[in-house]
């Protein structure tokens, strides 16, 4: 099993900038690619960028392309995503995730793990 806990989610204003961690404890060996996601309220759960311990290029979402930028320690025991540039749009509870599997997936069926999300809010 491998847990997983956010942290750094907030408020922040149209243009601005908010970092979010995700620590990982367990048979982290296991994860091979975490990710981000996000969901708001209304709306499916969305793929946002995940990384991969193997070292294959990180894989984004086209809406965060450019602004977001994801990242992790050598262990993969701790996920980060850097949100720049962030929009009214970008509010949503953003979850990490880590899946088994060595291919750069972005449905979140195919995650094993998730933790509980941190909100992440920007006003206009």
């Known amino acids: 099993q491998v847990q997983l806990v956010e942290s750094g989610g907030g408020l922040a204003q149209a243009g601005g900038s908010l970092s979010l961690s995700c620590a990982a404890s367990?048979?982290?060996?296991?994860?091979?690619?975490m990710a981000w996601f996000r969901q708001a309220p209304g709306k499916e759960r969305e793929f946002v960028a995940s990384v991969s311990r193997l070292g294959k290029p990180p894989k984004y979402a086209e809406t965060v392309k450019g602004r977001f930028t994801i990242s992790r320690d050598i262990y993969m025991k701790t996920l980060y995503l850097q949100m720049d540039s962030l929009k009214a749009e970008d509010t949503a509870m953003y979850y990490c995730a880590a899946t088994e599997s060595t291919e750069m997936v972005t449905t979140g069926g195919e995650y094993d793990y998730w933790g509980q999300g941190t909100q992440v809010t920007v006003s206009s």
């Open positions: 367990g048979h982290t060996s296991r994860a091979y690619v």
